[in-house]
């Protein structure tokens, strides 16, 4: 028996135990088809599914109830493996998104590869790693359905009230919420309570049903010994359905507040290479194409000028076009990248080029970072044609 001694402890035991479950070494896939089928999932459904996209974590079917449309966008807090968005992805089509937020990031890996297996990318399917008791990384009212399966009661109840608060923020004026979960049918004893395995094991956080809807009136204006005793006694799974207040207005903003969130973060530094050194190597005439290449990562604001001889790819495919890219630049010793002023989509796209140039192993490439970006070569080379090309 552990006593639970914070809202931040209790967040670290909950992040260590499904992150070590994100590795996909859980459930067998026999259990998880068993428990998918006990809450509604057709075989149909789960013979479409990648291997460990269901990992048998599931206390509902939200999905079942949620009449997700063509064309919306819908919401997932704590998407696992993502059973639920890759089914959803499904219903909403290549005009809709849908979108998997989950605190682990062995989750979130997990599920970007389920999704690729899918041959479903961003923008249309996004897995991000956000902490589900902070602020979303998601617009305000921007999101038709809002999804979560057995994961709110592994929060504190501040943590629960903050994510339903967020909840209602992201939504739109008539959207809806369908929250499988697991609740309390009493006051749980002080002994479940500070039951560390019963807290993973989606008990001891379970609130009463009376103390939820509070909670959305609110939200709107190493594992330990398994327990000892019947959790049936105690709680019990149940499904929340609500609606948001008010008519959509028409338009929403795109969801998602910050688009390169969908992908994984850069883990390296590319050194940047001033205009003068790049301006040198492009007048150079010995350099040939596998010496340098300046790259363009600009896509609807690639007009009014650009490096002469630059390649455009833009940054918001990038990242899935590595492969490609790596196919043909893989081989360029000098790989240098700019947009605007270098301080955003360039340096991003310079990071994922040299993560996968160090993940393949490869040392006869690396990126660079043209200083100053397009703007700064602009105002540096105004006049001088053999530098500066326009459309």
Known sequence: MTALQSDTSILKVVYDVYNEKGKAEGASASYAEKVAKSFGYSAEELETLPENANMGLSCGNPLATASIKEGETVLDLGSGGGIDILLAASKVGPIGQAIGLDMSPNMISLARQNAKKKNLFPPQVCFIQTGLTESLPIASDSVDCILSNCVINLL???????????????????????????????????????????????????????????????????????????????VAAYQIYAIKSGVPTGDSPPALLRSWDAYPAVQSTPPVITAEAVASLIRDKSKNESGYAVIDVRRNDHGGGHVRGSHQWAAQTFYDDLPKFFEKFGNTKEVIFYCGSSAGRGPRCAGWYQDYLDAEGTQGSSAKILEGGIKGWLNKFPDQEDLVDCD
């Open 156 to 234: 504190p109840v501040s943590g629960k009230e903050s994510l339903l608060k967020e909840a209602y923020r992201v939504l739109k004026p008539g959207g809806r919420v369908v929250l499988d979960d697991i609740i309390a049918k009493t006051i749980l004893p002080d002994d479940i309570l500070a039951n560390l395995a019963s807290y993973v094991n989606c008990v001891s956080g379970a609130i009463q049903l009376d103390e939820y809807k509070r909670s959305l009136i609110r939200g709107t204006s190493m594992i330990p010994e398994q327990p000892d005793y019947n959790a049936n006694d105690w």
